[in-house]
């Protein structure tokens, strides 16, 4: 099995990638996790916060590439005050629910950050 990448975080800030329409701001985060995991390019942590927590809770459709990242070893962290801030903490389902210093960590410990 390939292990992370140890010096890439993705920081995850949207409820989709890009700046366009919702559609394809969906379509397109869809269609990039998928390839991730498809092709063995696993980051060591992607960190979701604002509106990048949606991402991770109940009627994302990318659960299923989220859920199949973490099983392989990519820590999901998800900003427990943006969760909290959209009610959604109940909803979570996939990743850890952690805070700002957890994303802090996983930023410092990176060789490499890319933001979406």
């Not at 991770?56 to 962290?77: M, Q, T, W, Y």
């Amino acid at each position: 099995m390939p292990i992370p990448d140890s010096e890439t975080v993705l920081l995850i800030t949207r409820n989709g990638m890009g700046d366009a329409e919702p559609a394809l701001q969906q379509k397109l985060i869809t269609t990039y996790l998928k390839l991730l995991d498809e092709n063995n390019i696993l980051p060591a942590a992607i960190c979701f916060y604002t509106n990048g927590v949606r991402l991770a809770v109940e009627g994302s459709p990318v659960i299923d590439s989220l859920k199949s990242l973490e099983a392989r070893g990519v820590n999901l962290i998800l900003c427990s005050t943006c969760l909290n801030y959209y009610n959604l903490t109940d909803q979570v389902q996939v990743g850890i629910v952690g805070g700002m210093p957890d994303i802090i960590e996983a930023q410092r410990r990176a060789g490499k950050v890319i933001s979406l």
